[in-house]
Nanobody, 122 residues
Framework: QVQLVESGGGLVQVGESLTLSCINS????????WGWFRQAPGKERELVAA???????LYADSVKDRFTIATDSARSTYYLQMNNLKPEDTAVYYC????????????????WGQGTQVTVSS
């Protein structure tokens, strides 16, 4: 039903910007939550940002005012616009989807992409 593929990762310098894309080749389920997670080496996976198509948005405190979720009108792609990147943003970023906010917050989403590496160099 949902198939997620991320792209857009890469190597950037501190303070630069990067935009990640998540393409859903399946169904854009209205009652699901969609979002971005990241996992740095030796650290637990954390929820970075999430949204619902009806408009709700949430962001981790560590990325508020720097990262923004954007969506396309066809609901086939959503983006993570990352500004003022810091070395601590270095991680593999995953897009994910689940019908439950608690599942998203706990990192137990139903659907996952394969991940894309973001490296911020100082």
């Amino acid at each position: 039903q949902v198939q997620l593929v991320e792209s857009g990762g890469g190597l950037v310098q501190v303070g630069e910007s990067l935009t990640l894309s998540c393409i859903n080749s399946g169904t854009a389920l209205d009652n699901y939550f969609w979002g971005w997670f990241r996992q740095a080496p030796g650290k637990e996976r954390e929820l970075v940002a999430a949204f619902a198509w009806r408009g709700a948005r949430l962001y981790a405190d560590s990325v508020k005012d720097r990262f923004t979720i954007a969506t396309d009108s066809a609901r086939s792609t959503y983006y993570l616009q990352m500004n003022n990147l810091k070395p601590e943003d270095t991680a593999v970023y995953y897009c994910a989807a689940d019908r439950s906010v608690p599942a998203m917050k706990s990192g137990n989403a139903e659907y996952w992409g394969q991940g894309t590496q973001v490296t911020v160099s100082s």
